[in-house]
């Protein structure tokens, strides 16, 4: 059985780095959430207003569109009973004066880069806890967040050497 209260959760990773999905996708799917993929800004709304999300975990600066304005054009877009969506900010280069601008942007939590496997899921069971959308058992999630906050610096890491031998691109 499952114990995962984000398994079947769809979480949509928007970054202009390849890479930089891949590894979020490999976090992801050891939780038993099921992950959509975008490069940019465009296809996050796209996919955003027309697939299941849950979640989506944005990159702030893309080439193009950046992750700040697809947040914003999403949360216009997805009004009613699919504003239930979260949006988790991600960026390498922010200050914590953007990051207060950018929750009136739609944006509901903000992680620096890099992610950390135990912050990003301890960010996404905060966010969705009550949220309507999400199948989970409430009382789990106090217990998890509790592991997560409690999991040493060396936690179980996961093998990177597919994705490295994958390429960057």
């Known amino acids: 059985p499952d114990t995962s209260p984000l398994s079947g959760m769809d979480i949509l990773v928007v970054d202009d780095e390849a890479y930089n999905r891949r590894l979020v996708r490999m976090m992801l799917e050891k939780y038993r959430c099921n992950v959509l993929e975008a490069g940019n800004g465009q296809q996050a709304i796209e996919l955003a ?33 699919r504003s239930y969506i979260k949006i988790i900010a991600n960026s390498a280069e922010i200050s914590n004066e953007d990051y207060k601008s950018q929750k009136i942007n739609g944006i509901d939590e903000f992680l620096a880069k890099p992610l950390e496997e135990s912050a990003l ?13 999400v199948n989970k058992e ?17 936690e179980a890491i996961f093998d990177l050497a597919p994705l ?5 691109g």
């Open 121 to 133: 899921i301890r960010a996404i069971l905060r966010l969705i806890k009550n949220s309507p959308s």
């Open 164 to 168: 490295i031998a994958s390429g960057k």
């Open 138 to 154: 409430p009382e789990n999630f106090d217990l998890k967040l509790n592991t997560l906050e409690n999991k040493s610096t060396q």
């Open 49 to 81: 207003l027309n697939s299941r999300v849950d979640l989506i975990l944005m990159d702030v600066l893309m080439k193009g569109m950046s992750g700040i304005e697809a947040a914003r054009t999403i949360r216009e877009q997805i009004a009613g009973n």
